[in-house]
């Protein structure tokens, strides 16, 4: 009896050592800069993520985009960070088509139909917005002057369009 029990020990040892479940590593934290100059945000990251994967965006506003948007009279000074996830099945076209068009364009910008959430933004001169990679994929953009009483955009700079792989 005693051997019949060592042996299924034994057994049941192999068989977690071969096809046993680990414990799955952490996802990854990925730190991107997105940098908003008064006339084009830009991103400086990857264009796809694995799904899971920590995103922390530091965004900065330089000078010339301060001195731009109080030259046009913004009350708050500078411009936000604005990362929201999308549905699936958006493409960058599907978003500059949605967009006031040319970059920069004065008015109101209300949620387009790819667009899941508006929660995540950071308010600039300098801010972090930190989430984790669960959508199909995000939009980042700079908006200078977000007037949160009023819901309206003082002018919108699309940057990119992150894809998240198993999104």
């Known amino acids: ?8 020990g034994l057994i049941a040892f192999v068989a977690a050592a071969c096809g046993g479940t680990s414990p799955s590593p952490s996802a990854a934290t990925i730190t ?5 100059d008064g006339q084009q945000c830009k991103y400086d990251g990857p264009a796809t993520v694995p799904d899971g994967t920590k995103l922390v965006f530091v965004f900065e506003d330089t000078p010339a985009a301060v001195a731009d948007s ?8 500078g411009s936000d960070l604005v990362v929201i996830e999308t549905t699936p099945g958006t493409t960058w076209d599907t978003v500059e088509a949605s967009l006031p ?8 910008w209300s949620a387009p139909a790819w667009a899941v959430d508006r929660a995540a933004y950071g308010i600039g001169p300098s801010a972090k917005v930190m989430m984790t990679a669960t959508g199909p994929a995000y939009y980042i953009a700079c908006h200078e002057y977000w ?3 009023w819901g309206t955009t003082y002018a919108a700079y699309p940057a990119t369009l992150i894809q998240v792989e198993g999104g």
């Open 147 to 149: 007037d949160k009483a």
């Open 1 to 8: 009896m005693r051997r019949l029990i060592t042996l299924v």
């Open 32 to 36: 991107t800069h997105v940098t908003f």
């Open 70 to 77: 109080t030259a046009k009279g913004a009350v708050t000074i």
């Open 101 to 108: 068009a040319p970059a920069g364009t004065k008015g109101t």
